[in-house]
């Protein structure tokens, strides 16, 4: 494994402060699996110091096309968004993704930029629903759409779809699936956990930590993980997840 | 020819370049990005007598060029060390150097003991901000740095490396009780006491409110602490503190380091060491130095 | 209405921005960028008794985040200060603060003496880490902090801030020895002592060999101090070290500074002050704070 | 006076690693003298986090556009030359200036970037000599000829003009002149010093020193300046410099 020096295609606003990043990475679209994700420099230099971690959002496998989906929250993804062309420091993929069980009836469900990562995994399914909740503006629907039975929208505003909580929608239909997985804000996907739950639903949580090197060296991503017998100990986000079993995770922390 | 040999305090390296404990895991995850028989050698995440599990997440924080970290001694204890972990190692042609944290001394011996030679030297970590119940404790007092290192190195098979903390009003002081002692080798700095806060929840950013500052921001303070005991002691140091490229490592060595490590850019850039290894290679050819020793400590100070 | 008024030991301020000492000469260059009226207060080059020519340069090395400076205390002495100097600070609405530096603590003595009233308050300079002969030999240890501060604050007719050196073991024992002997206030911190190389000439970038680092690259040491000794006195705090911009100033009031300095950074924008003020002032309204004392040290410790 | 954000108008390489920036500012276009400096923030964010100082080289007063020359150096002057369009942060004019005095028999004595600052100083004399010393590649001479009656070229590898050092050239003909301009190497600033001195011709010179500040407020930019009895103090390059008297200046710090 190597990181990689990776060509930019594109780098464009897809919403207010959200951003689609692409770049060319042969190898990295032969690997990846859906809910991996990448390790980015988001610049030269020593300021911002660290990479940033943000979750594969399309595989193209055929052209060697990796992108992502991400949302300006501080200085290294505002100086992500400033590149235009050239080249970027990716390391990825990265991480273990979401199991990809077949046979069974899933739903994706994701909030704001926990979306991203959950329409490679739609993709790889051959029968799945999608629960997409945004604050305001909505993207990406449509390509959900393209992969998906059904697509359920959020909006808190109303602006798009039904106004509320997409997990206020997923609790009407719970019953209809198997598997859920999820991707989002920690609220959310707390309340997601809990109505899978009561209901008797297999859940995956993709989880978000603070990272370092992302790659299981610096254990500073550490998320309480249960075991059998009652017991916690702490994984790595980075290498033993970011993907979890829901029943795994302690949410405490 | 070139050589890049150092030994330091008895243990042998290829060339001065190894990695910070505590970023570097077991060596496993960047044995995917090189191989690891390139490095001067290895020094493994901070080892306790038993497992342990560390701080609550958040335990990072970025800062102004460098990084703040709390992540507690993290480790699965020194036996499950080398039952699972160092095999993995030992199928390298690179030392590998234990870094042990205790909470008495004698936690201290008993770890040094259980080691044997099963290493090929020990760094006594004296200086972890992250732990209550001891690491730096034993570092900032002159009397405790003597009596620690004494009595560890009655029990150490293998070169006794002693680890200093940054965080004390005269580190020369520190470091000549750390020789008195018996210490093969000094390495410094472990990292500065810091804290961050996000104004927006405000809360402290790491979970354990203050954490260890490291990275390219703390070089000026590690540079000026590795000169000033290099000109005090007698025995071989290993700098680190910041080094992100061979520019940084010839200026630890310019400065009187035997040896350097590189810790947290090793995840910025994962072949940082081995392009450091390759730099400090041409620096000396182009300066026409065929030893370390050749610019090792020569900076002609005004 | 917000109020941004806050009382130092006795010295009361319109607000609680400051320029950090020696960062910002007699102000008469700042003057030409805004009106310094708008300060919290200006504090002007550290003093000493007679005039300094201060250290040869090179005198300042730039490092990641930060910088270091080996000025030395070049002024023209307290005598020509209170005859040439302070005349144009007095034309503007903000209170002057002298910091003064001494070989012995007589000298020290004598400067308060003769500073009189003339000034608004006097910050003790113990902690200057690029004079030989006295400055941080003052700062570093409790009996001597202590006696220094019992002893000017005998001749001391203005509040008297004392500021602490970061270069120390346990930051809390000093401050504490400072509160004990009578400071009315503490302002933290003073440089880190740092080093920089040139590997090209093989030098030490400082004429003066080692300088005093500043910038944002010491901020999470400066925050974690500030929130240390926060906790343990009584009398109020000036934190600073990093600050650039009010985000910064924010994280040092809510780890428990009463009034924040800039330094370093009126170099980068010389408006700096001013922006920091007036995004305080956003940062209160937004927060619905009408004063400081509804933010300052409040954080939620996990 | 403030610092302004002024439009880049182009910034482009005109030697090897040597390039011109011209920006937009009619106060400072209006303002400048002949030797001052800008104090430019060379990005944003806090990597390098100080200003560097770089001499005007050109003042179009009536476009209100000044032009700066620089030589890459460290990551500083880098970072400055990747700046294609938009805008930067520039402080000045700064410093003291050349004196110009009119009715002398005039020369300036430029080394490699330390020519830039003298093309002014050119321009505003009617009776002025260039000499102008590269190591190999040249640029700006045709500047020069436009404002100077004779224009002495030398480069080390005598690729262009005469093989040498400038020097050499201004010691033939250095009887001839009232009063030296200088700015470049040390080593080249002393000799231009000795030669001058020693023929009893008034010189002065533009010292480079770091800077911090770049305003007189932190005094790091010390040089020790002689005083009629014989004593020296320190004063500020950037403001009461960077150009003094060069029997004012010791040289040996
Ligand atoms: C496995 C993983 C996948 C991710 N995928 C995506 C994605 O697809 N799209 C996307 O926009 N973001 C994603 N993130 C979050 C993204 O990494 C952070 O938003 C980013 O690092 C913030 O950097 P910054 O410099 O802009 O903000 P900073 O200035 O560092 O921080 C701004 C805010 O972001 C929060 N933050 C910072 N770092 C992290 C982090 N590592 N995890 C969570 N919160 C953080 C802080 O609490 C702070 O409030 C992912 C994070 C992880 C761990
Ligand atoms: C009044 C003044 C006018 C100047 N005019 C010009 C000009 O017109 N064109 C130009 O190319 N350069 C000029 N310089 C020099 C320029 O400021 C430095 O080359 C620049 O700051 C280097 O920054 P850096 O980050 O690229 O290099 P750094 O990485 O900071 O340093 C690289 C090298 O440059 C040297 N250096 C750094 N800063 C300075 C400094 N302030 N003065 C002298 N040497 C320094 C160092 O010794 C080092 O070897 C001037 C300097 C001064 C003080
Ligand atoms: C995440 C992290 C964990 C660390 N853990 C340890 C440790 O277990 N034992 C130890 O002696 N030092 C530890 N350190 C300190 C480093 O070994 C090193 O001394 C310090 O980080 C300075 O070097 P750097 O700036 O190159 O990172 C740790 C540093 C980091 C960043
Ligand atoms: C160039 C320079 C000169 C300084 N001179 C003094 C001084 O004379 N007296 C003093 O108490 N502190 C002095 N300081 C320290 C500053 O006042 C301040 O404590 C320190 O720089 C940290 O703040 P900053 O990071 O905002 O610069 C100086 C700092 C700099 C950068
Ligand atoms: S980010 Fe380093 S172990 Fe997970
Ligand atoms: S650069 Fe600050 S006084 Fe000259």
Redesign the interface.
Known sequence: ???EICELIYNREIAKSTFEMAFRSENMAAAALPGQFVHL?VNE???????RPISIHRIDKSSGVVAIIYHIMG??TE?LSKKQSGYIDV?GPLGNGFPIIEGKKCAVVGGGIGTAPLLEVAKNLSDCDAYLGFRNCTYKVEEFEKSCNKVYVTTEDGSVGYKGYITEQLEKYISEYDIVYTCGPKVMMKKVVDICASNNVECYISIE???????????????KIKEENGDW??KKAC?DGPVFNAKEVLFD? | MLNLEVNIGGLRLKNPVMTASGTYGFGKEYSEYYDLSQLGAVVVKGLTLKPREGNKAPRIAETPAGMLNSVGLQNPGVEAFLEHELPFLRKYNTPVIANIAGNTVEEYCQMAEKLGSQVDAIELNISCPNVKEGGVAFGTKCDSVYNITKNVKQFCKVPLIVKLSPNVTDIVEIALSAEEAGADSLSLINTLLGMAIDINSRKPILANVVGGLSGPAVKPVAVRMVYQVAKAVNIPIIGMGGISSWQDAVEFILAGADAVAVGTYNFVNPAAPIEIIEGIKKYMDKNCYKNLSDFKGKIQAC
Not at chain 1, 45 to 51: D, E, F
Not at chain 1, 212 to 220: K, M, N, Q, S
């Open positions: 494994m190597k990181n420099k230099g020593l300021y911002p110091l660290l990479r200085q290294g100086e390391m930590e603070r990272m370092g090197c992302g790659i299981g060296a610096c254990l500073v991503c550490a998320c100990h702490y290498k922390a």
